[in-house]
């Protein structure tokens, strides 16, 4: 049983544009939301999280959304650079300090 | 910011063989470490979460036998891949945290199994 999904395996973006990820989760326990970028063989690299007591969070050109009642987040990429092309995991925690419960991830290409 | 050093990054080694990768928070202490394994093109998966000073929980279908982890000091925690096979093959990475929400991943390590 998956609990978090990423149904996008994929997403290709052109420079400067926004980049919208999206993520589906269905343990209505969860109370924790984090977003993280992952290079080919590198451990992933923390972005952004979010509480569940809060529908928004902003952090320079990353802001997640989070939408309790559709038990659903995305993260924003505004304006998206060819920097930002990797794969992008959300990972949802209960209690933060437990284990995070990953989706699948999203390959975001971002084009010149 | 907090720091996970992960060792090493990559190894091959001969199928009946163990092989241990070791994960060490530099600036802080972790109380506790999980483990996790990704395949190619694949999401982590939880393999096990440790807590210092006491036995790992595995998550199902991980066999705590194959995959010993140790977690003897608040910095420091093994995960020792025994009797390794080719289908072990894969790229583990360790993450830890401090209890407050915070959560460092290693760089991960590469093992080849042949």
């Known amino acids: 049983d998956q609990q978090v999904k990423q149904n996008s395996p994929s997403l290709s973006v052109q420079e400067g544009r926004i980049s919208i990820l999206n993520c589906d989760y269905t343990?209505?326990?969860?109370?924790?939301f984090l977003w993280y970028k992952k290079y080919p063989a590198e451990g992933p690299t923390f972005l952004i999280s979010?509480?569940?007591?809060?529908d928004k969070n902003e952090d320079g050109r990353f802001t997640v959304f989070l939408n309790k009642s559709a038990k659903h987040l995305s993260l924003h990429i505004v304006p998206s650079q060819p920097g930002d092309s990797a794969v992008y995991f959300c990972?949802?925690?209960?209690?933060?300090?437990?284990?995070?419960?990953f989706g699948g991830g999203t390959r975001l290409m971002v084009k010149p | 910011g907090a720091v996970v050093s992960q060792h090493p990054s990559r190894v091959i080694c001969k199928s009946g063989t163990s092989v241990k990768i070791e994960c060490r928070s530099l600036?802080?202490?972790?109380?506790?470490m999980f483990w996790y394994r990704q395949f190619p093109k694949q999401s982590l998966m939880l393999m096990a979460t440790?807590?210092?000073?006491?036995?790992?929980?595995?998550e199902q279908g991980v066999e705590k036998d194959k995959f010993l982890i140790n977690h003897a000091s608040l910095t420091l925690s093994t995960l020792t891949v025994t009797s390794a096979h080719p289908e072990d093959s894969s790229f583990y990475i360790c993450?830890?945290?401090?209890?407050?929400?915070?959560?460092?991943f290693g760089s991960g390590t590469r093992l080849t199994v042949v």
């Open positions: 600036d802080f202490q972790a109380t506790t």
């Open positions: 979010i509480s569940s007591i809060k």
């Open positions: 343990n209505s326990m969860f109370d924790y």
């Open positions: 990972a949802a925690g209960r209690n933060a300090g437990n284990m995070l419960t």
């Open positions: 440790s807590n210092e000073g006491s036995k790992a929980t595995y």
């Open positions: 993450s830890a945290t401090t209890g407050f929400g915070g959560y460092t």
